[in-house]
């Protein structure tokens, strides 16, 4: 199933405000600017929200607004978000809460809706309605206690320092978010690759496009068997033993192609160096083992539809763990499991049956970043933040 994405952008200030430049003007004190991109399909939707405070400076912040509709929020990035009736809050997270004046945070939530995904006209920023005059009060900077039922994200905001790092990245984990590199092209313990055959795909190092910090690895995929292109880590593998949970956040600009394509690729020792591959087809995201061609979930149509597309045009977090202990995968986006993409060792008919046609124990040995088209597809991809270790990094 292939869902076209829709994106809606919102931008409230302290002197304008309204949904995609439409709506009336204001003349008040600023508080906050919030601009807010959605890509939206059938009945689901993500957003990124960035929220700059034009106020005094705060030690925390909570956002909140009310949806015209009947959006609903189920997980949330970079941000404890909560949701009761049509009202959302979303509360800072430990490393995102301090803005100095002209300071901005973002985070991210996944949502479903039936109808129009209309977005919010009206914002609050610690209390106060963007472009009120703030309150003398001292509670403006001031933290609201997090949800119990809300998602919390372990990623740190653009705005916060590049010394400081993600939640995720533990003493038992190894990360890199590219603020080391230095050039125009990935180096140090990363290096650019182009299996079987090299053509104009390219790796670059942004640094006008960044999840967090100030830079990001760019990858310009092209369509076409012979354009293959990855940036290669031996390093951060070597965080975990036989049982690999994986983390990056990924922004790309095209739909998952019907055509099979590669974005993650790891060699595994135990499977004569052969890949396993992770990317798409049909529109959604799957393993494949290159030993044998087997796909995860299967290409039925069931098969496809219990995993899920990669939105477009915003920052994804994409989690899997693989066991070389048993064999077994599981996937996450954006904080929740996709259950097309679970392998647990019994066969399941349009999942992993037929990836346990053979007894595979994989022996993981490096991880790659980038495109490979085998056919059709084309695509230009943002990551940020990997992160690996023996347990879960969470997003």
């Known amino acids: 199933m292939r869902l076209a994405p829709i994106a809606a952008v919102v931008v409230l200030t302290g002197a304008t405000w309204g949904v995609v430049g439409l709506g009336p003007a204001r003349a008040a004190a600023s508080t906050c600017d919030v601009a807010w991109t959605a890509n939206s399909w059938s009945t689901g939707f993500t957003a990124d929200v960035k929220v700059t405070n034009l106020g005094a400076a705060v030690t925390s912040w909570t956002l909140s607004w009310d949806f015209p509709g009947n959006q609903k929020v189920t997980s949330a990035w970079s941000a404890t978000v909560s949701q009761s009736g049509a009202t959302v809050t979303a509360s800072s997270a430990a490393w995102n809460g301090a803005l100095a004046t002209g300071g901005s945070a973002s985070f991210g939530f996944q949502g ?85 055959c090299s053509g ?30 990855f940036a290669r880590n031996t390093d951060l593998l070597g965080a975990a033993t036989n049982v690999w949970y994986v983390r990056y956040w ?79 995968i599981e996937t996450w986006l954006n904080g929740t499991s996709v259950p097309g993409l679970i392998e647990d060792g019994v066969a399941t008919h349009d999942i992993d049956g037929q990836w346990l046609n053979r007894t595979w124990r994989p022996a993981l040995t490096d991880l ?28």
């Open 112 to 196: 479903t809706f039936t109808g129009t995904n209309v977005a919010p006209s009206t914002f609050r920023f610690n209390g106060v309605t963007c472009g009120d005059a703030p309150s003398p009060s001292p509670s403006v900077s001031s933290s609201a206690s997090p949800s119990p039922s809300s998602s919390v994200s372990s990623s740190p905001s653009p705005s916060a320092s590049s010394s400081t790092p993600p939640t995720g990245c533990a003493s038992v984990a190894r990360c890199d978010g590219f603020e080391g590199q230095t050039g125009a092209v990935p180096a140090g313990t990363w290096a650019v690759t182009s299996a079987d």
């Open 368 to 395: 790659r970043l980038g495109w490979e088209s085998y056919g059709d597809g084309a695509d230009t991809l943002w990551y940020d933040d990997v992160a690996v270790s023996g347990t879960r990094n969470g997003c």
């Open 200 to 229: 104009t795909g390219t790796a670059a190092i942004d640094r006008t496009v960044a999840h967090t910090g100030a830079t990001s690895l760019r990858i310009n995929g092209t369509a076409g068997y012979c354009n293959h292109v």
């Open 250 to 328: 990924v922004r790309h600009t095209t739909a998952l192609p019907a055509a099979h394509v590669t974005a993650v690729a790891l060699a595994d020792a135990n499977d004569g160096g052969k890949d396993l591959r992770f990317g798409g087809q049909n529109g959604a995201l799957q393993f494949n083992r290159a030993s044998d061609d087997a796909t995860l979930p299967e290409q039925s149509p069931a098969g496809v539809a219990l995993s899920a597309p990669l939105p477009v045009n915003t920052w994804n977090c994409v989690e899997f763990k693989v066991s070389g202990a048993d064999g077994t």
